[in-house]
């Protein structure tokens, strides 16, 4: 935020690093619920740098359909926009159709849809969670200064080799494991993110997992990363038109059809 300091005179001129970081972080507003307050500087302004590494917030706000495989288990298809989401398990015939941000859509299972109420709402608030779980996996730096968020700037370290910023992110009321931590360390060279550690809750000493981000890829005007190590994201797509029907209809999606960015 720039403070206008009307009537005062001899301010002195601000660098072109100074300047070039305001620009950043003007462009990269933080989502209503981020905890500004208790965040630091430091690790505000290396979230702003990622997000610019990463294709910056513009970019970011207007890439709207997003597609992956999550670990070989289950397809996923966003639209960013409206909130609409496909889940598609792989290995059985269970697909979900929800809308994120109402909780209203279909589900499938077996080929037949299920209308039965209890039922209904309680697989589309599964379909909701696997979203909020497997989308995290995939564009969790586009949302370091997410609701809920506070970002703590801890140490420099080397990771994999490499000289790295480590952030750690905390949560407040949000999610479906508000309790959970994680480390994320930063390439201090490209700003990207190169690691990340989950630990289950805020005082653990030990991280349940702590695996790579690497092979980034450009997906439109965005990156992404679908490398985890020992997992990975894979069949990675970005498009900017997809038809209604993939978030109404039981169909097979055949996104070979479609022209990916």
Known sequence: MV????????????????????EVAESNPAANGFNEQASDTKAIALADSVMNAMGGREAWDK?????????GSRKLIWDKFTGNVRVENVENDFKVLVNVHTL????????????????????????????INDSYWLVMP??????????????????MDVPSHVLQLTFEEVGVTPENKYLVSVDKNTNLVNQWAFYRKI?????????????YK????????????????????????????????????????????
């Open 104 to 131: 209203e859509g279909k589900v499938f299972k077996n080929g037949e849809e299920l209308s039965q109420p209890d039922s209904l709402k309680k697989y589309l608030t599964r379909g909701k969670n696997i979203w």
């Open 142 to 159: 586009f949302k370091l200064k997410d609701s809920g968020v506070t970002l703590k700037y801890l140490s420099e370290d080397t990771v």
């Open 3 to 22: 403070i206008s300091c009307g009537g005062e005179k001899n301010l002195p001129e601000q660098t072109e690093n100074q300047q070039a970081t305001i």
């Open 203 to 215: 005082d653990d000493e030990e991280p349940g997992f702590t695996l790579p981000w690497q092979d």
């Open 218 to 261: 450009k997906h439109g005007d965005i990156l992404l990363s679908g490398n985890r190590g020992v997992r990975e994201l894979s069949e990675i797509k970005v498009f900017e038109e997809l038809p209604e029907s993939v978030f109404t209809e039981l169909a097979d999606v055949d996104l070979s059809k479609y022209k990916a960015l």
């Open 63 to 71: 890439t709207r359909y997003i597609a992956w495989n999550f670990f």
